[in-house]
């Protein structure tokens, strides 16, 4: 379907434009979004007609979305969650999540639509997020996920928490290695056959 830009799209193209998109896109998205029109010869004329206050609304709320950025940009928000010992956590961190932290911290702007998140998150860590709080205004957030307030502290300051665990785990488990015992047996099982084997002998 070949469309009218009513905003810059990503990968698509800037304010007018005309662009052609697979039909479920258009239909779905752009235009209930009223982010594009159908390209027909009316809507280019009702396009060109009222294409100065288009763009002096769009110039509006970038230069508000630009105010607002360094209120976001760079901005950390702390998610506890419960996860595995291995990391993986009990469900995962969804966009909802995420604008929920967000206005208990005090921002109010973003909106599900703004997030950017490639992927659920489903492991404790620090993970990027983008912003777009408009079509030429994007800025990152950085979300902690982690099982604690005192972990979340720990990774704040580039402590990797999972391979420090590990660490932890494996220097205070030390096992009893017999290179001779049979697949299945533990260390000290075998000793006591032989000492059987030897009276039967």
């Not at 720990?154 to 402590?159: C, E, F, I, N, P």
Request: hydrophobic share 35%; glycine share 6%.
């Amino acid at each position: 379907m070949e469309i009218i830009l009513l905003e810059r799209i990503e990968k698509l193209g800037a304010i007018g434009d005309v662009v052609t998109v697979k039909d479920g896109y258009a239909r779905n998205y752009l235009l209930p979004n009223k982010k594009a029109l159908r390209s027909n010869n009316a809507n280019k004329k009702v396009f060109e007609a009222n294409r100065a206050k288009i763009e002096s609304d769009n110039a509006a709320r970038r230069d508000v979305a630009k105010t607002s950025a360094s209120d976001v940009d760079g901005k950390q928000i702390v998610l506890i969650r419960q996860s595995s010992n291995s990391g993986q956590l009990y469900g995962s961190v969804s966009v909802r999540d995420i604008i929920e932290q967000l206005q208990a911290d005090g921002v109010s702007i973003v909106t599900k639509s703004m997030i950017v998140l490639e992927r659920p998150i489903k492991t404790i860590g620090l993970f990027d997020v983008r912003v777009t709080l408009h079509p030429e205004v994007a800025v990152n957030i950085q979300v902690n996920v982690a099982r604690s307030p005192e972990e979340a502290d720990l990774q704040k300051d580039g402590v990797d928490v999972m391979s420090s665990m590990f660490e932890k785990d494996e220097s205070g488990f030390t096992e009893d290695y017999d290179p001779n015992a049979e697949p299945g047996e533990t260390a000290f099982e075998r000793p006591e056959a032989e000492e059987g084997e030897a009276e039967e002998a």
